[in-house]
């Protein structure tokens, strides 16, 4: 199976139900809201599933990409797709294992744009926000967006302040910047 992204380049994604690519509209929706802020950037995928998100961003010209994945299966099809997409100056890497866990080995690094898209009904939301927060991951003009389930509520996260919301059908996507 393939999935289109931009400049109508074909990406693999993995049979079946294992991930989830973000709806088309819902990944041109946020590329229009971020336009202007891709070209140079340090993007973060955070249960990267599909990695249609951040083979995006290298195709907008994002200066380094890194994912984190579970699948082993995914983490291979996703390497692929980048390795496809990136150009000779941008970097990439996919992390492979649990958010939490492989989050904490990315300390002291800072990224510009943050993509976080769990499974709608993980426990993941909050825990990993706060990590995210608490050890100064998003660069001073960054911002995150996580995509869920328009029914679920979102919290406030210390360090973190949300700046807009956008529903699309069955998708939602909230976006946090640093605070204060």
Not at 7 to 36: D, M
């Amino acid at each position: 199976m393939s999935l289109r992204i931009c400049g109508n380049r074909q990406i693999k994604t993995l049979p079946g139900l294992a991930t989830r690519p973000t709806p088309s509209r819902v990944r041109e929706a946020l590329f229009n809201i971020w336009q202007g802020t891709i070209a140079g950037c340090r993007w973060l995928d955070i249960c990267t599933g599909s990695g249609s998100m951040g083979a995006e961003a290298l195709c907008r010209g994002a200066a380094s990409v890194t994912g984190i994945e579970q699948s082993a299966k995914a983490c291979a099809v996703i390497h692929e797709n980048w390795e496809k997409v990136a150009g000779s100056s941008q970097t990439f890497q996919i992390l492979r294992g649990n958010a939490m866990v492989k989050l904490g080995a990315l300390g002291g690094q800072q990224f510009d744009r943050v993509y976080f898209d769990p499974p709608y009904a993980s426990d993941l939301y909050e825990p990993l926000l706060n990590k995210l927060a608490s050890q100064e991951m998003l660069a001073p003009d960054g911002e995150i967006a996580i995509e869920h389930s328009p029914e679920r509520s979102t919290q406030p996260i210390p360090g973190l302040e949300i700046c807009r919301q956008k529903i699309y059908g069955n998708t939602a996507l909230t976006f946090y910047a640093r605070s204060g």
